[in-house]
């Protein structure tokens, strides 16, 4: 589970912000929205171009920076700016997995990485500095082993994608292979959720074979819409699947995992890796016994087709899922819905979603400390706070207060009155 978040010099946010998921509430409300401690999701309020989608963003930029191993490639194919003054920007994450609590610190630019570090449980598992090329400046818990000594990257390059690169969980009888076990598959379970364009196309790990998540999007599609009568995934070839394949293969390095969840542009497909080869197979709704391409479909729709994946594993694994505007083009009993059915779920999952439906900033969906805002500063600056800095009554009307102005993070029109 996601603990804690911090970020400086990136997008919006030219300070230090902090983000947690800690509970911090003495509320003894909602109980079943915290697993030992730690906060089962959290929803940011604020204005339009506050920073809401930069903390989204910001922590994405962390796990496919890991996942793909080159900063520089990170900045120039999935983002349009540069660290604030030339500067390097400055990232903490903490999570726990397999009772273990993980830190991984990371400060780069465009052109390199001028920090990297990675604790497990308060020791230090390595170290590297700004101008470290090749070797580390602290191996920490690693350096009794050869082949973490062995291991040499560039000034762009990761320490920790290296040794995913390198394959170190195939490694035999290597010391301290279940830190990287810990990691790896906790990157594998977070999701962010790219819902800001429709074209191009994302990928989605897909873990489990059976039929429970096909089903799980069958029933979704047919609350939001009765004449949907049943969904198909039909089988691809040619050039449409070596598109997927190639597609998948530049995203993970060659290293394409053995089942994906894929949207290419308007279209659905999961692609599968059986015995050595890939199959394709692609997502048509019927209505009425008659096909239909999804792209003939509405938005929302499309919008819960690509959320479906994302919410089943809220369901059924212990997920992390990032997802921006997670209520616009859906009704918001159907939001409503979705966040409840997460929150109630046995797993130890999580969900940060930001908001603009104001019916949703209520203590009957949230606990106070799940409730964050941002606002941006004349100059420009995102601030980020919680809701618990206000500690507002357990009963209180929370929407009330924010639409009054009493906490910010709201449009400031000179005409509005509420």
């Not at 909602?30 to 030992?36: D, P």
């Not at 159907?334 to 999952?349: G, I, K, W």
């Not at 357990?394 to 924010?402: A, E, G, I, Q």
Request: hydrophobic letters at 35%.
């Amino acid at each position: 589970m996601l603990v804690n978040f911090s970020v400086e010099n990136f997008l919006s946010f030219k300070d230090r912000v902090d983000f947690t998921l800690k509970k911090t509430s003495k509320s003894t409300k909602h109980k079943e929205l915290v697993k030992n401690g730690i906060l089962k999701g959290a929803c940011v309020y604020g204005a339009n171009n506050s920073g809401k989608t930069n903390l989204i963003r910001s922590i994405q930029f962390v796990v496919e920076a890991i996942v793909i191993g080159n900063v520089s490639r990170i900045y120039k194919t999935h983002y349009s700016f540069i660290p604030n003054d030339d500067k390097v920007s400055k990232f903490e994450l903490e999570f726990r997995q397999n009772k273990h609590l993980y830190k991984y610190v990371l400060e780069c630019n465009l052109s390199s990485v001028e920090k990297e570090e990675l604790y497990c449980d308060n020791k230090t598992v390595f170290k590297r500095s700004a101008g470290d090329i090749e070797k580390l400046s602290d191996y920490g818990v690693l350096s009794n082993s050869q082949y973490y000594l062995n291991r040499k990257f560039t000034k762009t390059d990761l320490f920790l994608s290296k040794l995913y690169t390198d394959n170190v969980l195939k490694e035999p009888d290597l010391p301290h292979q279940n830190i990287f076990q810990d990691i790896f598959e906790w990157l594998q379970h977070v999701f962010c959720v790219r819902l800001d364009s429709t074209v191009g196309s994302a990928f989605y790990v897909y873990m489990e074979k059976g039929n429970g998540f096909k089903d799980y999007l069958q029933e979704l599609l047919e609350q939001i819409d009765p004449s949907i009568t049943q969904i198909k995934w039909e089988k691809v070839d040619g050039s449409e699947l070596n598109e997927l394949v190639v597609n998948a293969s530049v995203h993970f390095r060659q290293a394409v995992p053995d089942h994906l969840f894929i949207r290419n542009g308007y279209n659905f497909f999961i692609l599968d890796r059986q015995d050595n080869r890939f199959i394709g197979k692609k997502l048509y709704t019927y209505h009425n016994n008659e096909r239909f391409e999804i792209n003939w479909e509405s938005d929302g729709t499309k919008k819960i087709i690509e959320l479906s994946l994302a919410f089943y594993l809220l369901k059924t694994t212990n997920a992390i899922v990032l997802i921006d505007e997670l209520d616009s083009s859906l009704h918001p009993i159907m939001v409503r819905y979705l966040l409840q059915s997460c929150m109630d779920s046995n797993q130890q999952s999580q969900i940060i979603t930001t908001l603009h439906n104001i019916n949703l900033l209520t203590q009957e969906l949230w606990r106070v400390d799940q409730i964050w805002f941002t606002e941006k500063t004349t100059d420009g600056r995102s601030k980020l706070y919680s809701l618990q800095q206000f500690a507002p009554r357990f009963d209180k009307n929370v929407l009330k207060d924010y639409l009054q102005g009493r906490y910010g993070a709201i449009p400031t029109l000179g005409i509005w009155k509420w």
